[in-house]
């Protein structure tokens, strides 16, 4: 059973780096036809697909927050990491982080995230 776990800093400054790792355990991140992706919920939103990386590493990221996003992985540890640039307290959010295969699940339990000075 695939499990995913968030985890980063609750509270970023603005203007600062957000940085959140997602620890993927019951399966491997280098699973073939399988993607790792982000998703937010904004308070009051709904919930939006920030990015993503396959198997071979490759990213794919919504267009809306292309400039100041990235995705990394670490096989080593089966993990894969957001990093979100120039925050504001508009990108504060609840950040999941799931698996993608003919739809998304399973979703991590999400970590709050806090953009405020």
């Known amino acids: 059973q695939v499990q995913l776990q968030e985890s980063g800093p609750g509270l970023v400054k603005p203007s600062e780096t957000l940085s959140l790792t997602c620890t993927v355990s019951?399966?491997?991140?280098?699973?073939?036809?399988?993607?790792w992706g982000w998703i937010r919920q904004p308070p009051g939103k709904e919930p939006e697909w920030m990015g993503a990386?396959?198997?071979?590493?490759?990213?794919y990221y919504n267009p809306s927050l292309k400039s100041r996003t990235s995705i990394s992985r670490d096989t080593s540890k089966n993990q894969f990491t957001l990093q979100l640039s120039s925050v504001a307290p508009r990108d504060t959010a609840v950040y999941y982080c799931?698996?993608?295969?003919?739809?998304?699940?399973?979703w991590g339990q999400g970590t709050q995230v806090t953009v405020s000075s």
């Open positions: 799931a698996r993608g295969s003919e739809g998304w699940g399973p």
């Open positions: 019951g399966g491997s991140i280098t699973t073939n036809s399988v993607v």
């Open positions: 990386i396959d198997a071979s590493g490759t990213t």
